[in-house]
DNA sequence: CGGGATCCGCACGGATACTG
DNA sequence: CAGTATCCGTGCGGATCCCG
């Protein structure tokens, strides 16, 4: 299976220069938050509450079934989330945070907090930098 | 030059079918701090003080030389760090951490915190999610 | 309704070569 | 030493179809 072969070279050879790099748990969990939608999920479920897919796919406008189940499954492996199933006539799918899941989303908060007093800092720099360039 | 008109196309075309999204600031500092790189230089220079290119390259082993410079370019552009060249015979270049930079650091650092804090936990939720899975 | 499976484009990032 | 420019593979993520 050539398949499978190409993708055990590219992980053992990352293993391989990657080894320090692993040993840092703070790689992994910075590496999740960079799924882009994962500090989305965890802020929507924080707001409001238990959150059924369709309720979270509507708030999240603008990403795929694709992504949202993909970043879902995510949270829910790590224990961040939980998902309850419903065998009503329609399925029905809750989403709510684990204590833990909550107790992370605290943390992202802060950089939404710190994003929220030191964004006009970050515009300005930007517009000095890029009429410099110009 | 066809660069610049390139990446010019991907905002305005992100602009068209984010306005909403791109009200909101924390969502460019969100994105911002997804880029892998971006948490790992903040630390490594908090850490260290001012560092050189090369330094730095060393110190994220892994890093290849497009992603450091356009790491560190862009984080110049928002103020986060400043970059210095000095003239010599060889070219010396040193970046720092300016105080925003430095301020954004402190929280990034919780995030890190909190990882190192609970990745215990979100392992063995992931374990338990793959046992049943299997 | 809440997904799984599949196809596919293309932008992201690595490798290489060259410059000041 | 500290980049810039170029080429190129691939994996991320969107679109579509289908299922329970």
């Known amino acids: ?3 499978m072969t190409a993708a055990q070279q590219r992980e053992q050879a990352k293993l391989a220069y990657d080894s320090f790099l692993a040993e840092c748990p703070s790689r992994q969990l910075l590496d999740r938050l960079s799924d882009k939608w994962v500090a989305l999920v965890l802020a929507a479920l924080a707001d409001e509450g238990t959150m059924r897919y369709s ?13 949202l189940t993909q970043t879902l499954r995510a949270l829910e492996r790590d224990g961040l989330v939980t998902r309850t199933v ?20 605290v943390v992202v908060r802060q950089v939404k907090v710190w994003a929220e007093a030191h964004m006009d800092d970050v515009r300005s720099a930007r517009d000095a930098y890029d009429a410099r360039g110009a």
């Open 1 to 3: 299976m050539p398949t």
């Open 55 to 67: 309720q979270l796919a509507r708030r999240l406008a603008g990403v795929s079934q694709k992504m």
């Open 86 to 105: 419903t065998p009503t006539v329609p399925v029905t799918v809750d989403y709510d945070l684990t204590p833990l899941g909550a107790s992370l989303q």
